[in-house]
Structures are given as structure tokens and as C-alpha cells.
């Protein structure tokens, strides 16, 4: 057990620690302390993985201190989201499961609010997360694919289309400030769903015409709610309002084509389809990541449907 005397200021305050709060294989976030000789000194770094020896000679001390100002990092929030990712950036598993496990507190958040209210700052603070991860690691999609879920879950779609969205705009360089927008769009493009009857979206047959219109309206509902959460960023809301638009003039709510598509909808409208393609859907089973891929751009349904140039270097990111 490492024991580094601390250089910290002796009249900065302590607090005592619950080794029962965290467990073998956690990474702890923070530092913890013991008092020796009037003295507090560390025996966990932050950044520390839990063995099952390390647990084992923790819970042998008597006491245990973490500084005040790191006790909010004992909870996984979003605010405490980028010292859990840090410190797990090397655990596939578990950096993923960090993401889930906030996004799934957001939507849900979001989801039973009456006022269709959501924390932008958690958006946000989400993305910058998955930033950093896809930033940190280049093969950040290759392994992490094995470890997503596969449900219908607005938040899994929605963390799912996120990761997707930046990932390729890492690829075509952009800068800090565009892989924000467009990870903000990603994550929020399909919120106005909540609008939509459920009936509708689970349904197992065909949709009827006016079936299909209903769904057709949640990108305009996406759009307005984000608003409503005062997210005006044009980019943002241009990439919402149109990741359904296809690359011949297919596509909703404009028919737009081609260059007529924003560069983020057309990340959004390739992430998307992608992401239902490769998870259960009422009517039919998930394909694999390449087997998707390969039908967005060979596939007679689908071709030209898409920008080729995207499509390409999303298929270069999974092989």
C-alpha cells in the first residue's frame, strides 16, 4: 500500500470516509486519506483501481478522510461524469457504462417532466465526456461497439447516435466548438418523440399513412423543445430539424438533397440509421455494425441515400 505524505495546507478540513461507499474494482475519483502522527497523509491516489487486497486493507483501518471539497465526487453526476470517465479511460466496459448509466438518469429526468424540461448543462457536460473518451482513445469505436446495449430506450438511441455523430466528426477534423454542436444535436435530435403516441412507435406492422405523418412530427417537436430549453444555436437546431433528410430528395420534413443537407444532418441522418439498424426493432432483428454499413451504401433501398464520403469513413472506424 502506497503512502505519500500529503503537501496539502494542514488547515484545510477533512472528512471522514465510508470505505463501505465504494467497492473491489471501483477507480476511486478522489484522494483518501489516514491520520498519522497529526498528520494527514494519502494511501489512495485518485485514479486508484480497487483491488480486491487494496478493498481488503482499507477496510482495516480505523479511519479514513477525503477532502470536503471532493465529497460530491462520491455520487456519479453529471457535474462528477468527467472525473469518473478520466479516471476509467483505460476500462471499455466501464467508461461506457458511465455514460448510460447519466444518460439514462437525463432522459428519464426528462421524460417525466410535465414542462418537457431537460438540464442543458448535463447535455453538455455528457458530450464533453464522450469528447474526451473518443479524443483519448483512437480506437475508441472498435472497442467499444462489443459493449453496447441493444434496446429501444430514448437514451440508449440517444447516447448511441452521440457517440456515432462525434466520432465522425473527429474523423473530418472539427474543431472543439463543432464537435460540441453536433454531439448536443445528436444526443437531443430525438426528444420530441416524447410528443409521439406510443402505440405508434411500438407498433410490430406496417404504419398507416397517418401513422407515418404522426411520426414525421417529431423532428419539428425535437426542435421545438430544445427551444423551449433555450438551446438556439442554428447549427444545432438545423441538424435536429433535418437528420431525416436524404441525399435524393427522400427524405422529411423539406425533401432537401444533397448539398442542400447540412453537414451535421447528414452526420445525424447516417448515425441514425445506423444505430436502428443495428438494434431490435419491433419488426425485424439487428444487423451487425459492417452488415449495416454495407447496406447503407450498396443496398438498392438505401443507396444514394447518404454522403458517401461519411458513410466511408464510418465503415473505416469499425474495421
Known amino acids: 500500500m502506497k503512502i505519500v505524505k500529503t503537501k496539502l495546507n494542514y488547515l484545510k478540513s477533512y472528512l471522514l470516509f465510508d470505505v463501505n461507499s465504494v467497492e473491489v474494482g471501483d ?3 478522489f484522494d483518501i486519506f489516514i491520520n ?6 494519502i494511501i489512495i491516489e485518485a485514479g486508484t483501481l480497487l483491488s480486491e487486497s487494496l478493498y481488503t486493507k482499507l477496510k482495516k483501518q ?4 477525503m477532502l470536503s471539497k471532493d465529497k460530491d465526487k462520491q455520487i456519479l453526476t453529471c457535474e462528477t461524469l468527467k472525473y469518473y470517465i478520466r479516471y476509467n479511460r483505460e476500462n471499455t466496459d466501464k467508461r461506457v457504462k458511465l455514460l448510460y448509466e447519466i444518460a439514462n438518469e437525463f432522459f428519464d429526468m426528462y421524460l417525466s417532466n410535465k414542462d418537457d424540461k431537460f438540464d442543458s448543462n448535463c447535455a453538455n457536460l455528457i458530450v464533453q465526456s464522450i469528447i474526451y473518451l473518443i479524443k483519448y482513445d483512437e480506437n475508441f469505436m472498435k472497442k467499444t461497439l462489443p459493449f453496447l446495449l441493444n434496446d429501444n430506450k430514448l ?3 440517444s447516447i448511441h447516435v452521440a457517440i456515432y455523430a462525434v466520432k465522425l466528426g473527429v474523423q473530418l477534423n472539427f474543431t472543439k466548438e463543432k464537435l460540441t454542436q453536433v454531439g448536443i444535436a445528436a444526443l437531443l435530435h430525438d426528444v420530441g418523440y416524447k410528443k409521439i403516441d406510443k402505440m405508434i412507435i411500438d407498433k410490430k ?5 397517418q401513422e407515418t405523418k404522426e411520426i414525421r412530427k417529431h423532428s419539428q417537436y425535437s426542435v421545438d423543445i430544445v427551444k423551449k430549453n433555450h ?13 431525416h433528410e436524404r441525399y435524393d430528395g427522400s427524405g422529411y420534413p423539406e425533401g432537401l438533397q444533397s448539398d442542400e443537407i447540412s453537414d451535421f444532418a447528414s452526420i445525424l441522418a447516417i448515425c441514425d440509421v445506423f444505430d436502428a439498424l443495428t438494434n431490435n426493432r419491433p419488426h425485424r432483428k439487428e444487423y451487425s455494425s459492417f452488415d449495416a454499413l454495407k447496406m ?17 469513413l464510418g465503415l473505416k472506424s469499425i474495421t
Open 205 to 209: 406492422n406496417k404504419l398507416t399513412p
Open 231 to 243: 438551446i438556439h444555436d442554428p447549427y444545432i437546431l438545423d441538424a435536429i430539424i433535418h437528420h
Open 296 to 312: 447503407m451504401i450498396k443496398d438498392t433501398s438505401m443507396m444514394n441515400k447518404f454522403n458517401q464520403k461519411y458513410l466511408m
Open 62 to 65: 480505523e479511519k479514513l478522510y
Open 36 to 41: 498519522k502522527d497529526k498528520d494527514y497523509v
Open 27 to 29: 477507480t476511486v475519483p
Open 155 to 157: 437514451s440508449t438511441h
